[in-house]
């Protein structure tokens, strides 16, 4: 039996850290090529389907970023939660509850003018997300309740009290019957950024919050401690490190990202909300923060990267008659081959000696 | 108010909590083979969703119903080994490798069912189990409806938990496990390969998951659809951790779980219109927090639940 080791690299070379997502992308577009060839179709004529769905038009285009715009935030909430060690996979969850705090507060309960409505809307969504995390940081901090677990079985939580909202008090009465929100109020709604496209300006607000996201974790105190945290939360303690403090911080930072891409989708994309607000932008956001190696610049990339897989991959779904769900089959090879490119960037495998019965 | 504790004393509540229970079942001492032998798979909801896919997809192309459990343990254990590569081989983080084994099966599960019968608007089905009874035990007045008239399916899904009880706790194969999730150093200074042992768990378990996720489609329904398992896999997570990492108290937890899950359905029909449905919907899920912050001050986690092993390294 071939044994193998690995050992931890000292140093990482810089172009395996620069080289890693993009071969590890490579390797997940080819493997999920066999299941197109499988579906009876020609993979690089698929794939050139996929790439003009996604940006080859100024439509297609700005659908991508319009797609990516929820994602980016979804992601910058994995990114600050992994970064502590902490984790949240219930992005999906603290999303709708941004979308539930836009339509209570945006559909007319609350009228102010445009500047101010919109970032109103936004901090609403923001502490929505976040205090519907707080309670299970509390819980991992004070019984050690184990928060991947929790955070997984809100998430189905929400979506029935959103599906419950919808069919009962909150339903639109000029809906005709399909189960949606009363529309944002029209000082709330996100103005459309390029003309006759849906693409909206939660995009640029995504961005900056990337950029803000960046410059907390990097150049903070509370971006060091977030860190601290996560590489070894004992030492931090030791070191003086507020763990409490932190990791409160971390769950309304985190959830507060994933809280405001119910924004967007609400008051951005659709105007109301509907009970198929979010197809999973959730998850995609673990994928996108671990594709960007928890970066929040490179969120921004890898963000519209998986947005342009998803609606490239409906452009592709009806041309070439291959599956959609290509697309998540794409995302979930991507995730397995970067964890792959990960290893392969720490250790280095070392085989030794081939023993006979072990 | 008395129908509501009638419902405990109808044979039809106590069948309904055996079917609830045995998917659950299967997936969460699955769940326990993975997580006492030091690995997390979180990769159990997408697991159970292509074995329930896999499983209803093999009879519907035309095996008997016994190839299609064959196919689902298959597929399981496939998914297993890559989990296994992932976390006990490289020892990449096992809550990511988990999760993003979770999309991949389910994606792939839901695009070759896309694939093979791209244009259904009505899930097409199967002819499931069929219930059989049990000689003498059938006819008794209340416990025969109750526990002897199930499907072969169900039957079966006790005996492998018989078997997951023998395998844990009277062979060395076993101690092995529960000693790679405890003390790793110490088995293989006993000359036995860790990373063999978690691979073992971690295929074995994720097949046990797989059929019970296909329990769903060849037994308790006759079709298959997305979302079907609708976090079973994650409550199956919650009731390993109220257990106590101990097989028979996940069987408990299991049971009383299904028990809950059957009542509110009655309870459903019987306050239907006073409470909205989507309440009793949450109960499982609020249910599953409530029993992991019950279960908190107890909680003994496996030693080596989540730190890969690294030979010719200390921890």
Known sequence: MIKFRLEERAKSPYWLIILSPFIAILVAIILAGILVVLAGANPFESYYQLIIGAFGSKNSFAETLARATPIILTGLAASIAFRAKFWNIGAEGQLYFGALATTLFGTGLVILPSILMIPFLFIMGALAGGLLLLPLVLLKLYYKVDEVVTTLLLNFVVVLLVSYLLEGPWKDPMSLGWPQGKSVIDEGVLPQILSKTRLHLGFIISIFFAFSVWFILSKTVIGYRIKSVGLNAAAASHAGVPIFKTVFIVALLSGGMAGMAGVTETAGLKGYLTLDLSPGFGYAGIAVAMLANLNPIGVIFSGVFLASIYVGADAMSRAMNVPTYLADVIVALTVLCILLSLVFVHYKILFFGVKKND | ?315
């Open chain 2, 1 to 315: 108010m008395i129908e509501f504790i009638e419902i405990i004393f109808t044979a039809g509540f106590w069948a309904a909590t055996i079917r609830i229970a045995c998917p659950l079942i299967l997936a969460t001492i699955g769940e326990v083979l993975c997580e006492r032998a030091g690995v997390l798979n979180l990769g159990i909801e997408g697991i159970m969703s292509i074995g329930a896919m896999v499983g209803w997809m093999t009879v519907f192309l035309g095996a008997d119903l016994y190839t299609g459990i064959l196919a689902a343990l298959i597929i399981g254990g496939l998914f297993g080994l890559l989990h296994a590569i992932f976390t006990v081989y490289l020892g990449a983080s096992q809550h990511v490798t988990g999760i993003g084994i979770t999309m991949l099966a389910s994606s792939l599960g839901f695009f070759c069912f896309k694939l093979i019968l791209p244009a259904s608007t009505t899930p097409p089905k199967i002819k499931p189990f069929q219930p059989i009874d049990i000689p003498f035990l059938s006819e008794l007045p209340f416990l025969g409806p109750a526990f002897f008239q199930h499907t072969p399916f169900t039957y079966l899904a006790i005996l492998v938990v018989i078997f997951a009880f023998w395998l844990m706790n009277s062979t060395p194969l076993g101690l092995s496990i529960k000693m790679a999730g405890e003390n790793p150093m110490a088995l293989e200074a006993q000359g036995i390969d860790v990373f063999l042992v978690r691979t073992i768990a971690v295929v074995l378990g994720s097949a046990l998951m797989a059929v019970g996720g296909a329990y769903l489609t060849l037994s308790a329904f006759d079709a298959f659809y997305f979302g079907m398992i609708n976090g079973r896999g994650w409550i199956a997570i919650a009731l390993v951790i109220f257990a106590s990492w101990k097989p028979e108290r996940a069987l408990l937890g299991a049971l009383l779980f299904a028990g809950l899950d059957a009542y509110q359905v009655r309870a459903q029909q019987l306050a239907g219109a006073v409470i909205p449905y989507q309440f009793f919907l949450m109960l499982p899920f609020l249910l599953s927090i409530v029993a992991m912050v019950i279960a908190a001050k107890r909680t003994r986690y496996p030693k080596a639940l989540l730190i890969p092993f690294r030979r010719g390294e200390r921890h």
